[in-house]
């Protein structure tokens, strides 16, 4: 994932290709799928180890980290009310491409997923309130710096 490749392995040999993977995790909270961790049974000690399952090398590539709680029907009806049209989206995404395309005119990245770490936060530093928060989740050892440079 980091190196931007995968090798194909088969029969007649091996072949790297390009890939720019994106990942998507999913977890309950404990292993007994209780909708809520109020309904959960299971012991805090159970849970502690499901959890701490995951090697903490997986878990330090996954830039965002969020909890969802379960929505209920009326949240859900709400949000189809509110709800942004696929190409509104992908107009808001494109934009954001032409944005970083400008930006990095001039540097032998594409999109900033492919600056390194050192040369993002040295050439493109986000102002301090953009990165309050990350950096209290920082000094508390929640995220870690290629948890930084991901996000």
Do not use: N
Not at 42 to 47: L, Q, S, Y
Not at 65 to 89: G, I, N, Q, T, Y
Not at 114 to 122: A, D, V
């Amino acid at each position: 994932m980091e190196d931007g490749t995968v090798t194909v392995s088969g029969d007649g040999g091996s072949v790297p290709l390009p890939a720019r993977p994106i990942a998507v995790l999913a977890a309950h909270p404990c292993p007994c799928d209780a909708p809520t961790s109020q309904a959960c049974t299971c012991a805090p000690g159970v849970r502690q180890r499901y959890l701490a399952r995951p090697p903490r090398s997986l878990l330090d590539r996954v830039a965002i980290k969020h909890r969802l709680a379960p929505a209920s029907p009326a949240e859900l009806r709400r949000d189809l009310a509110a709800a942004e049209s696929s190409r509104r989206v992908a107009d808001r995404v494109q934009a954001a491409r032409d944005r970083a395309a400008r930006r990095l005119t001039d540097t032998p990245w594409r999109t900033t997923a492919e600056i390194p770490g050192p040369e993002l936060r040295r050439r493109f530093p986000p102002p301090p309130q953009a990165t309050a928060a990350f950096d209290a989740a920082l000094s508390g050892g929640l995220p870690t710096v290629r948890g930084l440079d991901q996000v």
